[in-house]
């Protein structure tokens, strides 16, 4: 499981990876709509909507999103199936 904190350092990894800006990441999901509030759950250091994390699904691995929502408590392994639900469309 990846836990809160775990999950932002992940984010941040996935970034210099993609050679990406935080400021850029949250524009690109702005695009899509709203940023799931990203900034104030970043300095909370609280784990992003599901919603969210469906546009955040370019930056990890199946094995990885499967982690993250393993690893938050509230969304579980029903909100993980759902986000495998909505991608295949």
Same mark, same amino acid.
């Given at each position: 499981? #990846?836990?809160?904190e775990?999950f932002? %350092?992940?984010i941040e990894?996935? +970034?210099?990876?993609r050679?990406m800006? =935080?400021?850029e990441l949250?524009?690109k999901i702005?695009k899509n709509?709203?940023?799931g509030?990203?900034?104030d759950?970043r300095?909370? %250091?609280?784990? +992003?909507?599901?919603?969210?994390?469906?546009?955040?699904?370019?930056l =990890?691995?199946?094995?990885?999103?499967y982690? #993250?929502c393993?690893? %938050?408590e509230?969304s579980?392994?029903? %909100?993980?199936a759902?986000f495998y639900?909505f991608?295949?469309k």
């Amino acid at each position: 499981m #990846i836990q809160e904190e775990d999950f932002w %350092n992940l984010i941040e990894q996935k +970034l210099l990876e993609r050679i990406m800006s =935080f400021g850029e990441l949250s524009r690109k999901i702005l695009k899509n709509g709203s940023d799931g509030q990203i900034y104030d759950k970043r300095a909370k %250091n609280l784990y +992003l909507s599901i919603k969210t994390l469906k546009r955040l699904s370019f930056l =990890f691995t199946d094995d990885e999103l499967y982690l #993250i929502c393993r690893g %938050n408590e509230r969304s579980g392994y029903d %909100n993980y199936a759902s986000f495998y639900k909505f991608k295949e469309k």
